[in-house]
């Protein structure tokens, strides 16, 4: 689900530069983003200053999808993310944080 959103910097100003999860918007839709901005983290529990630095944050009901190599155990991130679009078909309570590999 996407949370919040950082602004394109540089060439891709004006456009989403990225999605916090660190899933990328190609698309720069901000006219499905901007109507859901909020003033503060929807997240239940802290997000990083540096993932947090110049974010915008939305309302989570929307549900995209996004491929990932590792989602870190301690931390709780996707890493390798690549973005593969909106998931209209999905509804935010089927959302589930990935589940760990067995040790």
């Known amino acids: 689900m996407v949370g919040g959103w950082r602004p394109g910097q540089g060439n891709r100003a004006g ?19 901007a109507p859901r901005d909020r003033k503060t983290s929807p997240f239940a529990g802290d997000v990083p200053r540096d993932r947090a630095r110049g974010a915008r944050w939305v309302t989570p009901d929307l549900v995209g999808e996004v491929v990932y190599r590792q989602f870190t155990p301690g931390e709780h991130r996707l890493r390798h993310t690549a973005w593969r679009g909106w998931r209209p078909d999905k509804d935010p309570a089927d959302v589930f944080v990935p589940e760990q590999p067995a040790r």
Do not use: I, Y
């Open 15 to 33: 456009t989403v530069g990225g999605l916090l999860l660190g899933a990328h918007d190609p698309d720069g839709n901000l006219q499905t983003l």
